[in-house]
């Protein structure tokens, strides 16, 4: 008897298979909504890149079911093949008869002559043993400070994470490589298992647990940057927009960073680790910026009751020297920027007209304040600003917080916080690289502040019936409201900083002439502890 198949048909089904994968990789959306999509596509794309095209390109190289004729066989000496279907994996691959020593040395190999091997096949029957067998997966986490190969082959299967992080754990410093080895390439492999891991971000979170680990991610300049900066906010933001219980480990991450940078790295910490850091405080914002009260060596002490968290992060000079040194960073610089101008924002809107009597703003003058005193230590101002004032025109409240609006729910956890990361790039691009370190001045964060709160408090009065009748200002004229709105867009359209305050010093006068109740309404506010520390310091500008 006799069968066979069409090799055409075969030949065929593979150039479908490779159309429709470059397809879905050519998939992008910035739409953080779209995020469960794109995983979607993701994994439907490594699937056919993983299991269908490797089994169809053995079907086509092979002449084993072309001719086929019976014959009498010892069946207990056949190996066993799973074809690709509902619920199965094609586990064999041409490395599957080797012993676990033998894929040890091909592992070994590859890290002297990988071009010459095929790195696709060794890493699936690598994460299928590894999967299978725990036992050998503890080998080759232990083997991995030697082996460097072992990590740069997690990019090219799914391997556990469990197996991810042990491979970190045991390549991060203080363990780190022989002083024989490659370290760029040592760097690199390790660099590839931190990106294996950004999709679980509660792995992540649990390594930067390991004060190991934060050390080796704050002191290592090898690494790639971009790799820590997704893999960090991936822990302390994604991991706790999943799970809300976990704030408590992000804010122990950041004791023991604080702990770090007012020790051994007080000179600073590498940049993937200060922009992650940075980005993330739009989620820890809200009850970081709270538990900042009195200046010197006075505790801050974060307390959430709804979370059971009571955690003291330092002094606030202990902050400050934290903040300091994300804030040598340009990208962390636009970062924290940003943040600080989507939570004054997100406060002035939320108090309303009633700004001046409900608490809450004097928590924007504490981390204002906690901010300039970190920017003026480190001449980073003028980007912390401009990245504040860019925020502000792009309206983005809502990435402050964890979980506070549907748009973060449906865009995957993180979405925003990487949207608001790409921002501070390009913020930096824009300002870090435009002025030198000895034109950045003093006391500008503050004074901004201040203004910005000016600014935002008027716009909110001025365009609101409602929160103008709350704010006791209902018998200002409506021709009085609409030269205000003009007088606010001038302000929001101006693009040097002078001319922003200046124009608002005019506009303060105009209000103390001409309406006096709003003027009263503006003084109220400006007597809210915290704001008169705004000011102090504040450049010299021109006001007429």
Known sequence: METGYDLALVRALGHRTTEAIEELRSIRSDDPAAAEALRAVKLTRRNLEDIWMPAIRRIEHSDAMLSWVGTQLDLGSLIVVRAPGAGTQCDWTPLSPMTDDQLIGQLRWADRRGAALDLDTLARETATRVEHDPSFGDRLVALAPTIPSIASLTSRADFPAPFLAGIVTAMMWPHGPQATADLDGFAAALSTALAALVDDPGACLDLLLDPAVLFGLASWERLDPDVVTEFTLSALHSAVVEDGARLSDGYRVLETLT?????????????????????????????????????????????????????????????????????????????????????????????????????????????????????????????????????????????IGFGVTAAMTLGGAGSLARALTSRAITLATEFAGRVGVAELPTGRIPAFTHDLITVEALRIVSTDRDERRRAGLSSVSRSDWHEISGRLDRIDAADDESDRTTYLLRLDRWIEAEVPVLAGYLNRIRSVPGMDELTEGRPAVRAD
């Open 259 to 399: 702990t770090i940078t007012n020790g051994p790295l007080d000179d600073g910490i590498e940049p993937g680790l200060a922009l992650g850091v940075a980005a993330s405080m739009a989620g820890y914002i809200e009850t970081l910026a709270p538990a900042i009260r009195l200046e010197d060596s006075y505790p801050v002490l974060v307390v959430d009751e709804q979370r059971g968290i009571e955690i003291e992060l330092g002094t606030y000079d202990d902050l400050v020297d934290l903040f300091g040194a994300l804030l040598r960073d340009g990208p962390a610089q636009a970062a924290l920027g940003a943040v600080l101008g989507a939570y004054t924002t997100t406060i002035v809107t939320e108090l309303g007209g009633d700004i001046a009597n409900r608490p809450g703003l004097e928590y924007v003058t504490r981390f204002a304040d906690l901010v300039g005193d970190a920017s003026r230590a480190e001449q980073a101002e003028l980007v912390v600003e401009a990245a504040a004032e860019q925020t502000r025109r792009r309206q983005l409240g809502a990435v």
